[in-house]
């Protein structure tokens, strides 16, 4: 019987019934004759790795200062969001209605606007803007106060005369460039944003057979930046039809 020792784990086991260590499957080579069976080597355990703690670097004297800055600027966001947030899902009281006459400056949000008066345009009938069975009405406006928020939200003014429907603004630039040659320059309420003052005129195209242009509606909301914008108030103007 040759009997070994194995050199990886150091188990003895008889080398004739396996060649192969029966603990840790190494193969262990037998002695030569006379040669006396080896010691097994000690096992080295296996050796845990050093862990490298890094130092966390201190922050200095004007970083420290500047913490207590950001933190306000943070809750300072948050609050302005949670405000409009509100603004938009809480109920508020209903929109009032307010009359104006012709000529009477009123206050729309950062605007003053004055309705100077009205007339009609007459358009050639071979010009590319006429539209057969309309005329073509401009209202005068004179605006100040103007300057561009993202807060405020405007809507477009319309006519409403007392039967039918509401008639929206025109804002179309081909019908704008064309009424410079009537000495009409057509505006909107966002060119109040960036022209300060404004003065030009709101253009409406009236079907003929109508006999009362009804009230001019200037609509304002209350500023922020809600989801959905809040009318606040809604602006009224007389609009007598003018003499043909």
Same mark, same amino acid.
């Given at each position: 019987?040759?009997?070994?020792?194995?050199? &990886? @784990?150091?188990?003895? %086991?008889?080398?004739?019934?396996?060649?192969?260590?029966?603990?840790?499957?190494?193969?262990?080579?037998?002695?030569?004759?006379?040669?006396?069976?080896?010691?097994? =080597?000690?096992?080295?355990?296996?050796?845990?790795? $050093?862990?490298?703690? @890094?130092?966390?670097?201190?922050?200095?004297?004007?970083? =420290?200062?500047?913490?207590?800055?950001?933190?306000?600027?943070?809750?300072?966001?948050?609050?302005?969001?949670?405000?409009? %947030?509100?603004?938009?899902?809480?109920?508020?009281?209903?929109?009032? $209605?307010?009359? &104006?006459?012709?000529?009477?400056?009123?206050?729309?949000?950062?605007?003053?606007?004055?309705?100077?008066?009205?007339?009609?345009?007459?358009?050639?009938? !071979?010009?590319?803007?006429? =539209?057969?069975? %309309?005329?073509?009405?401009?209202?005068?406006?004179?605006? $100040?106060?103007?300057?561009? =928020?993202?807060?405020?939200?405007? #809507? $477009?003014?319309?006519?409403?005369?007392?039967?039918? #429907?509401?008639?929206?603004?025109? #804002?179309?630039?081909?019908?704008?460039?064309?009424?410079?040659?009537? #000495?009409?320059?057509?505006?909107?309420?966002?060119?109040?944003?960036? !022209?300060?003052?404004?003065?030009?005129?709101?253009?409406?195209?009236?079907?003929?057979?109508?006999?009362?242009?009804?009230?001019?509606?200037?609509?304002? %909301?209350?500023?922020?930046?809600?989801?959905?914008?809040?009318?606040?108030?809604? &602006?009224?103007?007389?609009?007598?039809?003018?003499?043909?």
């Amino acid at each position: 019987m040759r009997k070994v020792r194995c050199h &990886h @784990c150091g188990k003895g %086991y008889n080398y004739d019934q396996d060649e192969f260590c029966p603990k840790c499957g190494a193969f262990n080579p037998p002695p030569k004759p006379g040669q006396p069976v080896q010691a097994a =080597r000690p096992v080295q355990p296996a050796q845990r790795p $050093t862990l490298k703690v @890094c130092s966390t670097p201190e922050l200095s004297a004007g970083n =420290r200062q500047l913490l207590p800055l950001l933190g306000l600027i943070l809750v300072g966001v948050i609050a302005l969001w949670l405000l409009s %947030y509100f603004s938009s899902v809480l109920p508020f009281g209903e929109p009032e $209605t307010v009359l &104006h006459a012709l000529e009477e400056p009123f206050q729309v949000n950062d605007l003053t606007i004055t309705i100077d008066g009205v007339a009609w345009v007459p358009l050639d009938p !071979e010009s590319s803007v006429y =539209r057969p069975g %309309y005329r073509c009405l401009a209202v005068s406006v004179w605006i $100040t106060g103007g300057a561009y =928020r993202e807060d405020l939200h405007m #809507d $477009t003014p319309m006519l409403a005369p007392l039967e039918g #429907d509401s008639i929206p603004l025109e #804002d179309d630039p081909l019908l704008t460039r064309k009424l410079k040659e009537y #000495d009409i320059y057509s505006v909107s309420l966002w060119d109040a944003l960036w !022209e300060d003052p404004l003065m030009g005129e709101f253009v409406f195209f009236v079907p003929e057979e109508a006999d009362d242009l009804g009230m001019l509606l200037i609509e304002e %909301y209350a500023p922020g930046l809600m989801q959905k914008p809040r009318l606040r108030t809604t &602006h009224q103007v007389m609009i007598i039809p003018p003499e043909e």
